[in-house]
C-alpha cells in the first residue's frame, strides 16, 4: 500500500493530522527509500558541491580540538550524513591537523548508511542521539538535517492561533486551519501577527538540541548546525518541497518529495543556551566559509589542477555568493563550557 493511500485511510479512521504528523511520516518514507542526492537525486547539499567545505569543517572542528588542549577521547559526530562525503573530506584535513577521531553517524535509511560504509570503514551508526557515546568530548556536525524535521504550522486566525492540519480533497492533501491554541505559548513578536500568517515551530529539531547540549555540558567538545533559516523566530510558511531538483507540490505524493521548512535559528540558540552550552552566531554560511579561508583553498585546488579552475571558482561561488548558498544557509556552533569558540562565528 502506498504512503498516499494509507494517509488516507488514516484521515479517514480518525480526521485530519497535523502538518508536522504529515511531514513526519513523509520524509520517513521518502528517506527510508532512495538516494535522495545528487544529480540523479532531488538535491544537492554544500559537501556535495566541493570537498572544500568538508575540509574547511574539518579544520574548524580539528582546531577547537587543539585550542581546548587536545582531549583524548575525542568522537566525531554527523547528524544526516548523507552519502558520507563530508565526514570524508572533514576526518581528511582532521588527520592532516593529527585528529583521528572514531566516527558515529546518525542515520536511519538503510540505503545512505549502504553509501556511508563505502567511504568511511570503522563508522558506527545511531538511530537517534540517545546513543552516542557517554564518554570523551564530541565534535558534531548538523548540515541540512534540521530543515527536515517535523514542524509544526500554527495560523492566525480570529483572535488567537490554531493548529494547521491536513484533510483530504479530491486527488490531493490541503492543510486548514484546525484546533486552536493559546498564543502566550509563542514569542511576542510574533504572537501579534496579523490574520492568516503562519508560525512554524519544530518541538522535535529542539529536543535533538537540548539532547546535544547536554551532552556537550557533561562531555565537551562543539557542535556545528549547518542550515537554511531565519535568524529570528519570524511568521510564515516555509514548507517546501523538492523533486529532480525542481520545486513540487508538498501536498502531493508524500513520500516521494524531499519536504523541508526553514530552520528557525533563534529558537534552536534558545534550546542550546537552557541547558547550558554557549551559543555562537548564526553567521552567514558565506561569511563563516570566507573566515575560514575558503578563498585560499579555492587558489590552491586551481593551481594545483588548472584544467578544474572553472569548475573550482563555480563550486566557490555557490557555497558563498549572496544569491546562492551564501546568504540563506546560516551556521550557528554551540560549545561546552571550558571549551574555546570555534574559528568563523565571531
Not at 542515520?107 to 557517554?134: G, I, K, N, Y
Not at 564518554?135 to 509544526?152: I, M, S, T
Not at 584544467?307 to 554551540?334: D, N, S
Request: net charge negative; glycine share 10%; proline share 8%.
Amino acid at each position: 500500500m502506498s504512503l498516499t493511500e494509507r494517509l488516507r485511510r488514516l484521515i479517514a479512521a480518525s480526521g485530519p493530522i497535523p502538518v508536522g504528523e504529515y511531514m513526519a511520516l513523509a520524509n520517513a518514507h521518502y528517506y527510508a527509500t532512495r538516494d535522495p542526492l545528487g544529480a540523479g537525486g532531488d538535491f544537492t547539499t554544500a559537501p556535495e558541491i566541493s570537498q572544500m567545505f568538508g575540509e574547511l569543517t574539518g579544520l574548524c572542528l580539528a582546531d577547537a580540538w587543539d585550542r581546548a588542549g587536545r582531549p583524548e577521547g575525542i568522537s566525531y559526530v554527523e547528524l544526516g550524513p548523507g552519502r558520507g562525503t563530508l565526514a570524508a573530506d572533514a576526518l581528511r584535513a582532521m588527520r592532516a591537523a593529527e585528529l583521528s577521531p572514531p566516527v558515529e553517524l546518525v542515520e536511519t535509511s538503510p540505503t545512505l548508511r549502504a553509501q556511508q560504509a563505502e567511504r568511511l570503514p570503522a563508522v558506527r551508526w545511531h538511530d537517534d542521539v540517545a546513543t552516542l557515546p557517554e564518554a570523551g568530548p564530541l565534535l558534531v556536525v548538523a548540515n541540512e538535517f534540521f530543515d527536515a524535521l517535523p514542524a509544526r504550522q500554527l495560523v492566525r486566525a480570529g483572535e488567537g492561533w490554531h493548529e494547521r492540519v491536513v484533510d483530504v480533497e479530491g486527488d490531493r492533501f490541503v492543510p486548514e486551519a484546525g484546533r486552536p491554541m493559546p498564543g502566550s505559548a509563542l514569542p511576542a513578536h510574533v504572537r501579534e501577527a496579523p490574520e492568516g500568517s503562519i508560525l512554524e515551530v519544530s518541538p522535535a529539531a529542539a529536543a535533538i538540541v537540548r539532547q546535544l547540549a547536554q551532552r556537550l555540558v557533561r562531555q565537551g567538545g562543539v557542535a556545528l548546525i549547518v542550515d537554511y533559516g531565519h535568524a529570528r523566530t519570524a511568521a510564515g510558511d516555509t514548507l517546501q518541497a523538492v523533486r529532480g531538483h525542481l520545486y513540487a507540490d508538498p501536498w502531493m505524493e508524500p513520500g516521494e518529495n524531499d519536504l523541508t521548512v526553514h530552520v528557525d535559528f533563534e529558537a534552536l540558540g534558545a534550546a542550546a543556551e537552557a541547558e547550558g552550552v554557549r551559543v555562537l552566531g548564526p553567521v552567514t554560511q558565506g561569511a563563516w566559509l570566507t573566515a575560514l579561508g575558503i578563498d585560499a583553498r579555492a587558489a590552491a585546488l586551481a593551481a594545483a589542477a588548472p584544467a578544474r579552475a572553472e569548475e573550482i571558482e563555480a563550486a566557490h561561488a555557490r557555497l558563498t555568493a549572496p544569491e546562492q548558498m551564501g546568504t540563506l544557509f546560516k551556521v550557528m556552533a554551540l560549545a561546552a563550557p571550558a571549551w574555546p569558540d570555534p574559528a568563523g562565528l565571531a
